[in-house]
């Protein structure tokens, strides 16, 4: 586990990813293999929070869940991706 992070915590994690790019893919009408991560930007990840509590009826305790590993990806992304950067 990266960061002392629990085996609990990298499964929640992973699941938000999945959910998130199959959200994208649908969103944008191509497949998963296919995204950018320039294309999951605020707009995206807005929906898709807004989507977890309207559609699939998450409560706020599961979509701060997802927003943190969104959070966290993106902090590591943040000097690793220079398009992050602009």
């Keep these: ?4 992070a629990s085996e609990n915590t990298c499964e ?3 699941y938000a990813f999945k959910l ?3 959200f ?3 969103r944008l009408k191509t497949q998963r293999s296919q995204l950018y991560l320039e294309q999951i930007d605020a ?6 929070l807004d989507h977890l509590e309207t559609t699939r ?5 599961s979509r701060n869940t997802r927003l943190a ?4 990806f993106i902090r590591f992304v943040e ?6 950067l602009e």
């Design 57 to 61: 009826h998450n409560g706020a305790n």
């Design 1 to 4: 586990m990266e960061r002392g």
């Design 12 to 14: 929640s994690y992973e």
């Design 69 to 72: 590993a969104i959070k966290s």
């Design 20 to 22: 998130l790019l199959e």
């Design 43 to 48: 707009p995206m990840i807005l929906s898709f």
């Design 24 to 26: 994208a893919s649908r």
């Design 79 to 84: 000097y690793r991706v220079l398009s992050t």
